[in-house]
Structures are given as C-alpha cells and as structure tokens.
C-alpha cells in the first residue's frame, strides 16, 4: 500500500506514430517489463487482427508506460500489441486470418505496397495513444496501475 505522501502519479497523455515508437524501439529506448505471468506473445492471428484493425483505422485501447530514470521508457500495459506491430514492420510474420482485408492474407509488410503504396504509410503514420508515468511519481506506481487495468 503506498503511503499517502506518495499516491500522486504523473503522467503525459500523447500520441506517437507506429513509425516513431519503432524507431525507438530499433534503439532500445523502448524497453519490455513483465509484470504477469500471462502466456507471452500472441499467435499470428492474434497479431494479424491488430494489423488489420490499424489499417482499418480501428481505435485501439493506450499504452501505458513508465519512464526509467536512465531516460527510457519500460511498457506497463500494451506490450503485446506493440510486439505484434514492431514484428510486423520487420517481416516478422505474414497476416493470417483476415475478416476484411482478404487481399492482405499472407502478405508481410515489405508486400503491402506492391497491393496499395499508401498502406505502408498508412500503417506507420497510425498515432497511438500513450499515457506515461513521470519518473517523478512515486517509485513501484506502475505495479499498481498494472493491476488496476488488468482486473
């Protein structure tokens, strides 16, 4: 229980693109953290899912993340969709099981432009929605925002 002095979280509420959150990512200023012992990772139709949903511009739920006192970022809650959308933006996994976007089935994303030019860009300028937690806020917060989202 954190002691009433140290209940004040702070955070930026912001919106970055799937290409910058890469970009950072590729440089390891993105960092994953586990804080449940859920099976890691979705299966490729879990992932294809998200990817056709972002390209059907699809609101997707925030990403919580924490930052370090190092300057990086460790993810709180959303690890599996950005797993699942930085594997995709490195050719990681063709899109299987699609509901709409039938004529993506089996591409990866080097393949999309060759079926539309705009789709890849479509896909990297797609914002997501972040809250992070200041690392002014009280230390260990992130646990219990954790497990408030996943009750």
Known sequence: MLEKAHRTVFNDRMQKTVFDL???YRREEIVSRTF???KKGWDIKKKSMLIESLLLNIP???IYMVERADGKIEVVDGQQRLD???DFLDN???LTGLELLKELEGKKFMDLEAVDSALQRKL???PLSLSVIKRESPPGIELEIFKRLNQ
Request: aromatic share 16%; glycine share 0%; net charge positive.
């Open 60 to 62: 997707i739920p925030m």
């Open 84 to 86: 699942a959308v930085f």
């Open 124 to 126: 990297e300028e797609f």
């Open 36 to 38: 449940s012992s859920r």
């Open 92 to 94: 990681r996994f063709p």
């Open 22 to 24: 890469h970009r950072k």
